[in-house]
């Protein structure tokens, strides 16, 4: 990670972060379909068990993700977005490592995301494989269609 970057918990009421936010929605939207939207607006990404973080340089916001953690032991990656003033320079990477970290840190056994399929979702997916990530199977209540993938990270080997 870059040495002039910091991740820290967001502040909710920072408008550089809704603006984010807003963009990321406002994508899944556009290269979903309808019943395949499964973005956390601003009061879900509040809501128990998630942490929202953001990628800061200097004053700049350059990317955000979020951690869902379950009863049983899943950590879950949730609207990671990088500023599309900002992609190509590694903040994606380097969030997608915070929030691994988080997770291994509470004690999570697995993390998992659900995803999109097709060109829109190529970078992410590529960033995801990269790292590790597999596809399996549905989990948390999603439910497979032809659109979605889900992709896992063993956190318990190695």
């Known amino acids: 990670m870059d040495s002039r970057w ?14 984010l936010l807003r963009l990321h929605l406002e994508a899944m939207q556009r290269w979903s379909p309808p019943e395949s939207v499964h973005a956390l607006d601003l009061s879900g990404l509040q809501g128990p068990g998630v942490t929202l973080f953001v990628l800061w340089e200097d ?16 950590g879950e ?6 500023h599309p003033d900002h992609l190509g320079r590694g903040a994606g990477r380097a969030m997608l490592e ?12 697995r993390v998992s995301l659900e995803t999109g ?11 995801y494989h990269r790292r590790g990530f597999r596809n399996g199977p549905a989990f948390g209540g999603y439910e ?10 063993d956190l318990t080997s190695g």
């Open 98 to 109: 915070h929030l691994i970290a988080e997770a291994a840190r509470l004690e999570c056994g």
């Open 144 to 153: 497979a269609t032809d659109f979605n993938q889900f992709l896992h990270l």
């Open 77 to 82: 990656i949730k609207s990671m977005r990088t």
């Open 6 to 19: 910091r991740i820290a918990p967001a502040n909710f009421e920072d408008p550089r972060l809704v603006d």
């Open 117 to 127: 399929s097709g060109e829109a979702f190529e970078p992410a997916l590529n960033l």
């Open 59 to 74: 004053e700049t916001l350059l990317a955000m993700g979020a951690l869902r953690t379950t009863d049983d032991g899943v």
